[in-house]
């Protein structure tokens, strides 16, 4: 094999890792829905809060802090769900494994920073340090996304990108309106990225 055909035989090989790992994290569909979801689930905090910046969380009583907590548990939990079970049908229809090995490391390189983040949200939660939750949400997420997307597309890096840039402005300038921003990046980029990936790839 002389170094054209190597080249040409790399070129193949990408390729079909493209086709292969096309589309593997977060679907158009799940991104649009959990986006949605992110943006209900704002609207309510913004009601039980009575504002925007989380500081206010260690002010309400114990019933509307447990029911914050619990809505943001059942957001996150609904959209993971969701994003499981399009998942799964996008895979189908296209013929795919849902659980292949790429889709395996890709569920790899997001598991630590999100059970960093849900570590970090118990211990910052038990001694009453709420204003910086929103920020450490959407740069964790950022990375998770973020290291997620060296195995599919390039688009979920991109959203990767705002989502550490954005937590990263909530943590040292936005703190005061720390929910819009959580509505900005969880809801709005999250449909925004939804309906890119649908209008491109169908999907």
């Given at each position: 094999?002389?170094?054209?055909?190597?080249?040409?035989?790399?070129?193949?090989?990408?390729?079909?890792?493209?086709?292969?790992?096309?589309?593997?994290?977060?679907?158009?569909?799940?991104?649009?829905?959990?986006?949605?979801?992110?943006?209900?689930?704002?609207?309510?905090?913004?009601?039980?809060?009575?504002?925007?910046?989380?500081?206010?969380?260690?002010?309400?009583?114990?019933?509307?802090?447990?029911?914050?907590?619990?809505?943001?548990?059942?957001?996150?939990?609904?959209?993971?769900?969701?994003?499981?079970?399009?998942?799964?049908?996008?895979?189908?229809?296209?013929?795919?494994?849902?659980?292949?090995?790429?889709?395996?490391?890709?569920?790899?390189?997001?598991?630590?920073?999100?059970?960093?983040?849900?570590?970090?949200?118990?211990?910052?939660?038990?001694?009453?340090?709420?204003?910086?939750?929103?920020?450490?949400?959407?740069?964790?997420?950022?990375?998770?996304?973020?290291?997620?997307?060296?195995?599919?597309?390039?688009?979920?890096?991109?959203?990767?990108?705002?989502?550490?840039?954005?937590?990263?402005?909530?943590?040292?300038?936005?703190?005061?309106?720390?929910?819009?921003?959580?509505?900005?990046?969880?809801?709005?980029?999250?449909?925004?990225?939804?309906?890119?990936?649908?209008?491109?790839?169908g999907g």
């Amino acid at each position: 094999m002389d170094s054209r055909e190597a080249v040409e035989h790399l070129a193949t090989i990408r390729k079909i890792m493209e086709s292969a790992t096309k589309l593997t994290v977060l679907p158009g569909q799940a991104a649009i829905a959990g986006g949605i979801l992110a943006l209900a689930g704002s609207a309510v905090s913004y009601w039980l809060m009575g504002g925007m910046n989380f500081a206010a969380v260690s002010q309400m009583p114990d019933e509307r802090r447990i029911s914050l907590i619990l809505l943001w548990v059942i957001v996150a939990v609904a959209a993971i769900g969701l994003d499981i079970a399009l998942t799964i049908r996008l895979a189908r229809r296209n013929g795919k494994s849902p659980w292949s090995r790429l889709a395996q490391l890709a569920a790899y390189a997001m598991g630590p920073a999100v059970l960093v983040a849900v570590a970090l949200s118990v211990a910052f939660g038990l001694r009453g340090l709420w204003e910086p939750l929103p920020a450490i949400w959407m740069m964790l997420y950022g990375v998770a996304i973020w290291m997620a997307s060296i195995l599919s597309t390039r688009a979920p890096g991109l959203l990767g990108l705002v989502f550490i840039g954005c937590g990263a402005i909530t943590l040292f300038w936005a703190a005061p309106v720390a929910l819009a921003m959580v509505a900005l990046t969880f809801g709005c980029a999250h449909v925004a990225y939804g309906v890119y990936l649908i209008a491109r790839y169908g999907g």
